[in-house]
Nanobody, 115 residues
Framework: QVHLVESGGGLVQPGGSLRLSCAASGSSNRINDMGWYRQAPGKHRELVAD???????NYADSVKGRFTISRDNAKNTVYLQMNSLKPEDTAVYYC?????????WGQGTQVTVSS
């Protein structure tokens, strides 16, 4: 079992930055891929970015060049640095981790981009 705790969301003006963190505990030594998803009101949950255990990354086209995903395997933590935020980035952001047998989700953290 893996337990995830997310932090770092909030309200920011357009063009601003936020950094999300997601710390894993429990059977965290079995974690492979880690990633961030988001869900805006009335929309499906979508992949924002993910990262393998060895650091290979993948980004949604809408965030390329603005967001950076990283991880610290020693701390079992994944980060999402979000720069040049836009109103359309407003959503609940969820952390997801994959082990050999299961996927685990965080509780979500709200990101609101508004002036």
């Amino acid at each position: 079992q893996v337990h995830l705790v997310e932090s770092g969301g909030g309200l920011v003006q357009p063009g601003g930055s936020l950094r999300l963190s997601c710390a894993a505990s429990g059977s965290s030594n079995r974690i492979n891929d880690m990633g961030w998803y988001r869900q805006a009101p009335g929309k499906h949950r979508e992949l924002v970015a993910d990262i393998t255990r060895v650091g290979s990354t993948n980004y949604a086209d809408s965030v390329k060049g603005r967001f950076t995903i990283s991880r610290d395997n020693a701390k079992n933590t994944v980060y999402l640095q979000m720069n040049s935020l836009k109103p359309e980035d407003t959503a609940v952001y969820y952390c997801k981790v994959k082990t050999l047998h299961s996927d685990y989700w965080g509780q979500g953290t709200q990101v609101t981009v508004s002036s």
